[in-house]
């Protein structure tokens, strides 16, 4: 089990750039795959991006190809998201996930949730 807390949300015009952290309690964050899942008014809980355990396998989804990057460094049990080139249908509430296993783009597959950030991207 490990307790996930996310940061670096906030407000930001279209085009430009915000990186979120999701810092991890436990000793145990190397074994985790993470994963990044956004959720705007009305809609379910969407993939946004995931890391393997190592860093070595990275997945995004195609509304974010390109734009946004997922990174970890496992020494300091955080977990990135890197994302420039924001448009208006960014905005939603961000929230980092871990799960043992096999890095997932499945929302089921992960069973450790943070509380979420808000992220505003203004046209």
């Known amino acids: 089990q490990v307790q996930l807390v996310e940061s670096g949300g906030g407000l930001v015009q279209a085009g430009g750039s915000l990186r979120l952290s999701c810092a991890a309690s436990g000793r145990t964050f190397s074994s985790y795959a993470m994963g990044w899942f956004r959720q705007a008014p009305g809609k379910e809980r969407e993939f946004v991006a995931a890391?393997?355990?190592?860093?070595?396998?990275?997945y995004y989804a195609d509304s974010v190809k390109g734009r946004f990057t997922i990174s970890r460094d496992n020494a300091k049990n955080t977990v990135y998201l890197q994302m420039d080139s924001l448009k208006p249908e960014d905005t939603a509430v961000y929230s980092c996930?871990?799960?043992?296993?096999?890095?997932?783009?499945?929302?089921?597959?992960?069973?450790?949730w943070g509380q979420g950030t808000q992220v505003t991207v203004s046209s």
């Open positions: 996930a871990a799960g043992i296993g096999i890095v997932s783009i499945n929302k089921v597959r992960y069973d450790n």
């Open positions: 890391i393997s355990w190592s860093g070595s396998n990275t």
